[in-house]
C-alpha cells in the first residue's frame, strides 16, 4: 500500500503530528505511530494548494492533513475536483500562461468586434418605431433646452424642399416616416445628424457652406442610412455592453480608468455606422444617377470650414473626431473621384 | 534602498514571517485575470480565494501557517447580490430621486449588520495552523458601536476621527478569537492625531515630489517639440488630451502614494496599541517600520504603477505585505502551543442551517 507522510492536526490545538495516509478501497486510512483511524473517501474534502503551497485534506471530524507531495495525494484521492484543475493547469507554465493571455485577448477581441455589433443589430430590431420616435423627441427637447438648438432663420421653403428632396432618395417602403428640421446652432457649427425613428436636423450653417443641392442630397442620403441602420439605438446597446462587459470584469462601474477604453471602443464602433451609412448614401445617388463622389465633395467643404473655424479656435470640439476619414470616403468602393468642380 | 531589519532577537518573541515570492505572484495574478476576464467577471470570486490562500499560506506566525478557507460559491453569491443592489441604486435614480435616497439611507443602515457578517466570514474561513479564527461579536453590539462612532464624527465634525475610529475597532478586535485568545485595542487617541499629521505633510511631501517629476517631464517635453510632434501626428488640440490624461495620471499616483502611507502609518499606530489577550496574560504586538521606509515604500509603489501603467501591480503588493510583516511580531511570555478551540463552537459554525444559507461574503 502507497503511504504518504502528512501532518496531522486536531483543529483544536496548533500543534501538528507526523501522520502516515494511505488508502484502501474506498476508504482513506491515517495512521498516526501506533493509531489508525479510517475515513470514507467521499467524506474527505481536498483543498489543493495553490502555487507550491502543500495541500489540505480536510477529514469528516474536523482534523486536517497537510501534504507536501501533491501529486501523491492527488493520485490517491483520485485526482483534483474538476473546478480547480482548469487554473491549476493554467497555473503550472508561463507558456500555458501566455498562450491562455494571447487566446483571451483574441476572444475578447472578436466579441466586440464582431459579437456584440451582431447581437446590438438583433437586439434593436424588437424595439418599436413609436419607442424610437420618443426617444427622438426626448433628445430634441433637451438640445433645445440647453439652447444648443434654435428655430431656423431661413425661410421655411428651405425645410420644405429638404423635405422633398430627401423623399426622392428614400426606399421604397421604409417603416420609418422621415422629417427633416431645419435649426440654427452656432454651437454645433455645420453639421446634420440623424435622431432615431426618422428625424434629420441640418443645421443653417451647412446650408450656408453647402450650395449645392445635389451635395446636400448625398448628406441627406448619408442621415437617411443612419436612420435606417438605426444606428442610434445600436450604439446605445453597443456602448451598454462594453461598459456592462467592463464592468463585470473588474466588478466596479465609477472607476475612472474604464472611461477610456469605453471611449475607444465606441468611437470604433461609430466609425464602423459611419461606413454604413456611407454606402447607404451611395447607393440611393446611383438610384437617382447620380455620382456617389457627391458625398465626399459635401464632406470635404464641412471638413475645410471646420478647419478654418478650429484654427482659428482650438478648442472647439471636432465633428470628425467619429468619422473615418475624409479622403477615405471620398473614394466609393474604391473608385477614385475626379476634383469637384 | 538598503533597508536594515532590526528584528528584535528576544525569547518572548514571536516574529510573523512572508515567503511568497513576485514571480509566483505574477503568475497566479496574470491567471486569475485571463479566466475572470473570460468568464465575465464570475471567476472573480475563485480567484479571491486563491489569492487569500496564497499570500495567507505564506504567512506564518510562530512557524505556523495561516490558511484560507472561503468557498468560491458564497462569494459569489454574495458578490452577485452586492451587484443587483448596486444596478438597482443606480437604476433607481432614474425612476425618482427619492426611491434612491430612501436605498442609498438602507444601505446606510445595513452598514453595521454587514460589517459583522463580513468580519464573520472572513474570520471563521481564515485558520492559523488549521485552526478557525471566530468573530463571536452580536448585531446589537454593532449598531451601538457604530452609532456612537457616527455620532462622534458628525457632531465634532470629523475632529474626533481618531475617537470614532477606536470606537469601531475596539468593538471589531474584541470579539476576535483564536481559541481562548482574543485581541484588544488599547487608547492611542494623541498617536492617531500624531499621524493624521503626518499623513498630510507626507500627502504634501508626495505633492512637492510628484510635481516636480511632472514639471520635468515637462521641461523634457517642450526641450524636443514633443506638442508640436504629437499635433502635427493627431490633429491640432490633441496634444491638449495628452495633457490631461498625463496630469490625471499624476494625480491619480500622488493619491495612491499618500493614501497608502496613510493607511500604513494609521494601521502602524493602532498595530503598536493592539494587544493579545491569552490565559490572563497580554501579549503586545508591535510593528517598528520606519516613517522612512513607508515614505520611500509608497512614493515607489506609485511612481512604478504609474510607469508600468498598473502592470506592477502584484510586485508592488508582494512588496507592500512584505514590508509590513517583516516589521510586526508578537510579544509575550505566554505560549500559543496552550490555544485550545472549543469543537462545538466550530460545529456550530458551520452546521446552522441558517447560517449556512445566509453565508455570504459581503466584504468583497
Request: charged residues 15%; proline residues 4%.
Amino acid at each position: 500500500m502507497v503511504t504518504i507522510t502528512a501532518w496531522w492536526r486536531d483543529g483544536k490545538s496548533p500543534q501538528a503530528h507526523a501522520a502516515n495516509v494511505g488508502r484502501s478501497e474506498d476508504e482513506l486510512i491515517v495512521s498516526n505511530g501506533n493509531d489508525s483511524r479510517r475515513y470514507w473517501l467521499a467524506d474527505v474534502r481536498l483543498e489543493a494548494g495553490v502555487d507550491t503551497l502543500p495541500d489540505v485534506l480536510h477529514l469528516p471530524d474536523g482534523s486536517t492533513l497537510e501534504v507536501a507531495d501533491r501529486l501523491a495525494i492527488r493520485r490517491l484521492i483520485g485526482g483534483l475536483p474538476l473546478a480547480e484543475r482548469s487554473s491549476h493547469w493554467l497555473q503550472q507554465s508561463w507558456r500555458v500562461l501566455l498562450g491562455a493571455l494571447l487566446a483571451a485577448i483574441a476572444i475578447c477581441w472578436t466579441a466586440w468586434r464582431y459579437g456584440l455589433p451582431l447581437l446590438a443589430g438583433v437586439l434593436v430590431q424588437w424595439v418599436p418605431v413609436g419607442t424610437e420616435q420618443q426617444l427622438a423627441t426626448h433628445t430634441l427637447q433637451w438640445l433645445q433646452q440647453n439652447e444648443l438648438l434654435q428655430p431656423s432663420r431661413l425661410p421655411a421653403t428651405q425645410q420644405q424642399a429638404l423635405q422633398t428632396r430627401l423623399a426622392t432618395l428614400l426606399p421604397a417602403h421604409s417603416r420609418y416616416h422621415y422629417q427633416v428640421l431645419l435649426r440654427d446652432a452656432p454651437p454645433i457649427g455645420p453639421n446634420a445628424f440623424a435622431l432615431p425613428g426618422g428625424t434629420i436636423v441640418v443645421t443653417d450653417q451647412l446650408l450656408r457652406i453647402i450650395n449645392r443641392p445635389d451635395e446636400l442630397a448625398a448628406i441627406l442620403a448619408h442621415e437617411a442610412g443612419h436612420v435606417e441602420g438605426r444606428h442610434s439605438l445600436r450604439s446605445a446597446v453597443e456602448n451598454l455592453g462594453v461598459l456592462a462587459a467592463l464592468t463585470l470584469i473588474t466588478g466596479d462601474a465609477s472607476s475612472l480608468t474604464l472611461a477610456l477604453p469605453v471611449a475607444l471602443a465606441n468611437a470604433s464602433y461609430s466609425r464602423e455606422h459611419e461606413r454604413e451609412a456611407d454606402s447607404f448614401a451611395f447607393a440611393a445617388l446611383r438610384r437617382q444617377g447620380l455620382s456617389p463622389c457627391l458625398l465626399g465633395y459635401g464632406l470635404q467643404r464641412i471638413e475645410k470650414e471646420v478647419r478654418s473655424d478650429r484654427a482659428a479656435n482650438p478648442d472647439q470640439h471636432s465633428w470628425f473626431a467619429s468619422h473615418p476619414a475624409t479622403s477615405d470616403r471620398s473614394q466609393p468602393d474604391g473608385q477614385r473621384c475626379p476634383p469637384p468642380a | 534602498m538598503q533597508q536594515t531589519i532590526q528584528q528584535p532577537h528576544r525569547k518572548d518573541c514571536l516574529p510573523f514571517e512572508f515567503s511568497a515570492d513576485t514571480g509566483s505572484y505574477y503568475r497566479l495574478w496574470l491567471g486569475n485575470l485571463i479566466l475572470t476576464v473570460l468568464t465575465l467577471g464570475i471567476y472573480s470570486a475563485w480567484a479571491k480565494v486563491r489569492v487569500q490562500r496564497f499570500l495567507l499560506g505564506h504567512t506564518r506566525l510562530a512557524g505556523g501557517r495561516f490558511d484560507y478557507h472561503g468557498k468560491p460559491g458564497a462569494i459569489l453569491k454574495g458578490r452577485l447580490l452586492m451587484l443587483a443592489l448596486f444596478l438597482l441604486w443606480q437604476l433607481s435614480g432614474s425612476w425618482s430621486p427619492a426611491l434612491q435616497g430612501l436605498l442609498g439611507m438602507a444601505a446606510f443602515l445595513l452598514a453595521p449588520w454587514l460589517a459583522v457578517q463580513a468580519m464573520r466570514f472572513r474570520l471563521a474561513n481564515t485558520s492559523w495552523n488549521q485552526m478557525r479564527l471566530r468573530f463571536d461579536g452580536k448585531v446589537g453590539q454593532a449598531y451601538l458601536a457604530y452609532v456612537k462612532s457616527w455620532l462622534t464624527t458628525t457632531f465634532t465634525f470629523g475632529l474626533f476621527w481618531p475617537r470614532a475610529t477606536l470606537i469601531r475597532r475596539r468593538y471589531l478586535l474584541q470579539h476576535s478569537t483564536l481559541g481562548q485568545a482574543r485581541l484588544q485595542q488599547q487608547d492611542c487617541i494623541g498617536r492617531l492625531y500624531l499621524a493624521g499629521v503626518g499623513c498630510l505633510l507626507s500627502a504634501l511631501l508626495y505633492l512637492a515630489a510628484f510635481g516636480a517629476l511632472g514639471g520635468l517631464i515637462w521641461k523634457v517635453g517642450d526641450a524636443i517639440a514633443l506638442p508640436a510632434t504629437v499635433n502635427g501626428w493627431f490633429g491640432s488640440g490633441s496634444m491638449q488630451s495628452v495633457d490631461f490624461a498625463f496630469i490625471g495620471a499624476l494625480m491619480a499616483a500622488w493619491l495612491l502614494a499618500s493614501l497608502g502611507y496613510a493607511r500604513m502609518a494609521i494601521n502602524r499606530v493602532l498595530l503598536n496599541h493592539t494587544t493579545l489577550a491569552l490565559n490572563g496574560q497580554s501579549h503586545r504586538i508591535e510593528n517598528w517600520i520606519s516613517t522612512r521606509h513607508m515614505l520611500w515604500l509608497h512614493l515607489s509603489n506609485a511612481l512604478a504603477l504609474l510607469c508600468s501603467l498598473g502592470l506592477a501591480w502584484p510586485w508592488v503588493r508582494i512588496r507592500t505585505l512584505r514590508a509590513q510583516l517583516e516589521h510586526i511580531a508578537l510579544f509575550g511570555a505566554g505560549d500559543l502551543a496552550s490555544l485550545r478551540a472549543e469543537l462545538n463552537e466550530l460545529d456550530d459554525a458551520r452546521g446552522d442551517e441558517l447560517a449556512d444559507l445566509l453565508e455570504l461574503d459581503l466584504g468583497w
